[in-house]
């Protein structure tokens, strides 16, 4: 997906890239539309953070410098593995074709706001409702442009850092 | 592009949505490469803010109000025509394989990042240089999260609102 985008993938490319005799694909998916749900169900998982490492960090004071250890390995994931990501986009564009899709996608991402949003507040996190999904809307900018078109921004890491500072800096009584 | 990705941006489908005779568009075109970059390089005219509305806000006072207008522009234009942002977004996709789209976007887009920074201080508008490129980010996370998924967000324009706030609240001196 991350090389072909969404087109590329069909059970004839699935085949040819796991190694296995044509027509195996088509054996598991009962068609090219269920076969793009799972994959949509799937890369939430591959591109969820390793929770030993969220508990690992989780030990540190609830302050502004956790914020932007959070915030900063999304960067580390993101460049970790940029085809995840990219095959992200992808359905998120092929979501616009399949309803199917895009109700299942915002299920899960609305349900990962509300959960960013109740932990930040819940730990006392510096910042308020807001705040969750200003960094949420940014980082979804910063990706889609260090993905797509990677020389335009400078210095990633000070600007996440700038980000959480600025976006946390005005909370709502 | 925007119905059916990059991929359905054939001289064929060309061809049968302009109503005119197979094989037009491959005499105006000499590759499909060719038609991608020209698609390319239009997209950014066709996204591009109506000068003359520009120059009336600009009789408005430079302060943040001013921002906040700027930036709920881009709402208003996301909304009056989200098959173009839709199609800047297959486009940004497709530039992950194209080295010569990649190159021409990144030109044209950190130009007008500069052009946005330079008028932001020029201007004296509340705020610095990271101002300008943390609402270029979110902003470009908003668009992509309306135009993909637009049930995950509640209101755009209190969140613009926001944005432009907390953006604007620490600047570097």
Redesign the interface.
């Known amino acids: 997906m991350?090389?072909?985008?969404?087109?590329g993938l069909t059970f004839r490319a699935v085949d040819a890239e796991a190694g296995v005799p044509k027509g195996t694909a088509s054996n598991y998916f009962p068609s090219r539309d269920a076969l793009l749900d799972q994959v949509g169900a799937h890369i939430h998982v591959r591109l969820a953070p390793d929770p030993a490492r969220v508990e690992e960090t989780l030990r540190a004071p609830r302050d502004r410098e956790l914020v932007v250890r959070f915030t900063r390995d999304i960067l580390r994931r993101l460049h970790a593995d940029r085809a995840g990501y990219?095959a992200l986009?992808?359905l998120?564009?092929?979501?616009?074709?399949r309803p199917d899709l895009?109700a299942g996608?915002?299920e899960t991402?609305?349900a990962r706001?509300e959960d960013s949003i109740a932990f930040h507040l819940d730990s006392g996190l510096p910042g308020d409702r807001?705040?969750v999904?200003?960094l949420?809307?940014?980082?979804?900018?910063?990706?889609?442009?260090s993905?797509?078109?990677p020389?335009?921004?400078g210095d990633e890491e000070a600007?996440v850092s700038?980000?959480v500072?600025?976006?946390?800096?005005?909370a709502a009584r």
Do not use: H, K, P, Q
């Open positions: 991350a090389r072909e985008g969404a087109r990219l986009l992808e998120r564009l092929e979501a616009t074709r895009r996608f915002t991402i609305r706001l807001t705040t999904v200003l949420y809307i940014a980082m979804t900018g910063l990706i889609v442009e993905l797509t078109l020389g335009v921004l600007l700038a980000l500072d600025r976006a946390a800096a005005i």
